[in-house]
Nanobody, 127 residues
């Protein structure tokens, strides 16, 4: 089991940057695929980015590709989401998620792939 805690919430103007962090508990962090999702008011939770267990592969939603970067530090059991060139439509609660995947290689791009979730952190981008 893993517990996740996001940080880095903030209000930023369009075009600005924010960095979200996700601290994970547990000794088997490197066995989890990690992802970021977001949910805007009145909308469904949507995939933002994912990173493989080693950090060697990353995946992005088309809406954030080229602007957001996901990374992880397995030694520190941390996952990050660097968000640049932010737009008002990026406003949402952002969630860190973990998918237990101790064996093999797989891709996890949907919410139902993930087993554990953080409480979320608010990102607001003003125009």
């Amino acid at each position: 089991q893993v517990q996740l805690e996001e940080s880095g919430a903030g209000l930023v103007q369009a075009g600005g940057s924010l960095r979200l962090s996700c601290a994970a508990s547990g000794r088997t962090f490197s066995s989890y695929i990690m992802g970021w999702f977001r949910q805007a008011p009145g909308k469904e939770r949507e995939f933002v980015a994912a990173i493989s267990k080693s950090g060697g592969s990353t995946y992005y939603a088309n809406s954030v590709k080229g602007r957001f970067t996901i990374s992880r530090d397995n030694a520190k059991t941390m996952v990050y989401l660097q968000m640049n060139s932010l737009k008002p439509e990026d406003t949402a609660v952002y969630y860190c998620a973990a998918d237990w995947s101790p064996v093999g290689i797989r891709v996890a791009l949907t919410a139902r792939d993930y087993d554990y979730w953080g409480q979320g952190t608010q990102v607001t981008v003003s125009s």
